[in-house]
C-alpha cells in the first residue's frame, strides 16, 4: 500500500482497519476521502502529512496534537 492507500492491484485501495495503524474514526473517514478524491475525481490525496489528533474522553474534555513538550524539547523547540 503506498501514501495514495493504492495496493499493488490495479483499482484496489485499502483504507480502515485494513491497512493497519492507529484505529480511529476519524482516521476512517479521512481515509474515505482520499479514497474518493483519487478515485471519483481523479485528485492526489495521500495520507503521507496527515495529522493524527488524539483525546481523552474525561469532563472536561482534554485533547491534543502535535509535538509533544518532551519531542519538542529534544528538538530544541522554545516553549513559552
Known amino acids: ?3 495514495r492507500l493504492e495496493t499493488n492491484m490495479l483499482g484496489i485501495y ?3 482497519d485494513g491497512k493497519g ?3 480511529f474514526t476519524h482516521v476512517s473517514c479521512d ?9 471519483l475525481h481523479g485528485g492526489d490525496e495521500t495520507a503521507g502529512d496527515r495529522v493524527l ?5 474525561i ?5 491534543g496534537v502535535g509535538m ?10 522554545i516553549f513559552v
Do not use: F, S
Open 21 to 23: 495503524g492507529p484505529n
Open 53 to 57: 489528533t488524539h483525546t481523552v474522553l
Open 1 to 3: 500500500m503506498n501514501e
Open 14 to 16: 485499502v483504507q480502515c
Open 59 to 63: 469532563d472536561p474534555h482534554l485533547g
Open 68 to 77: 509533544t513538550e518532551r519531542m519538542a524539547r529534544a528538538q530544541d523547540e
Open 31 to 39: 481515509d474515505y476521502r482520499i479514497v474518493r478524491e483519487n478515485l
